[in-house]
Antibody, heavy 119, light 110 residues
Framework: EVQLVQSGAEVKKSGESLKISCKGS????????IGWVRQMPGKGLEWMGI????????KYSPPFQGQVTISADKSISTAYLQWSSLKASDTAMYYC????????????WGKGTTVTVSS | QSALTQPASVSGSPGQSITISCTGT?????????VSWYQHHPGKAPKLMIY???NRPSGVSNRFSGSKSGNTASLTISGLQAEDEADYYC??????????FGGGTKLTVL
């Protein structure tokens, strides 16, 4: 079964760093992009960025460029989303999702990781 | 890049049809046939319903259909059912090699 398993909920303070993960299984991890999507409380989905684990090619949506870092470790089929200094406004649900190499839609989604940042 | 424009809410009675619009620009929706639609029930993972404007993934009901004209894409749900009540998001590839979502539409089945 193809699945993306995300790391558990996090509660952090402003200024702290954080790295959440998304582990792929049931498919060739290096042949698909992994994207990250934010959903702030009561708001819609926002496309943050995407990485191709095969060669680590990474693209960021302009609002998120410089605010987060997307990375991947293909040896353990895991993608990451990290912050160096969290803000209260980073409080949100974060989803990872798979995208085929030559397509532009997300066909498999993780269940999400809740990040709560207190000031 | 700005979010694609969707109506905040739509509603319909069981058995009826509804259409959700998704308006962008020539740099996203109008420039590529890479519009996708997602159904999102609160607390669950989003689910792909339509890809590449009008294609349905395996397992998605044929009550869901997609189309595009110019800078506006549309999702139509026919024969509304109670379980269709959810939030719906469109998404498009952009000229910046990124993707963008719409603001989301809450579908209420009356």
């Amino acid at each position: 079964e193809v699945q993306l398993v995300q790391s558990g909920a996090e509660v952090k303070k402003s200024g702290e760093s954080l790295k959440i993960s998304c582990k792929g299984s049931g498919y060739s991890f290096t042949s698909y992009w992994i994207g990250w999507v934010r959903q702030m409380p009561g708001k819609g989905l926002e496309w943050m960025g995407i990485i191709y684990p095969g060669d680590s090619d990474t693209k960021y949506s302009p609002p998120f460029q410089g605010q987060v870092t997307i990375s991947a470790d293909k040896s353990i089929s895991t993608a990451y989303l990290q912050w160096s200094s969290l803000k209260a406004s980073d409080t949100a649900m974060y989803y990872c999702a798979r995208r085929s190499f030559d397509t532009y839609y997300m066909d498999v989604w993780g269940k999400g990781t809740t990040v709560t940042v207190s000031s | 890049q700005s979010a694609l424009t969707q109506p905040a809410s739509v509603s319909g009675s069981p058995g009826q049809s509804i259409t959700i619009s998704c308006t962008g620009t020539s740099s996203d929706v109008g420039g590529y046939n890479y519009v996708s639609w997602y159904q999102h029930h609160p607390g669950k993972a989003p689910k792909l319903m339509i890809y590449d404007v009008s294609n349905r993934p395996s397992g998605v009901s044929n009550r869901f259909s997609g189309s595009k004209s110019g800078n506006t894409a549309s999702l139509t749900i026919s024969g509304l059912q109670a379980e269709d009540e959810a939030d719906y998001y469109c998404s498009s590839y952009t000229s910046s090699s990124t993707q963008v979502f719409g603001g989301g539409t809450k579908l209420t089945v009356l």
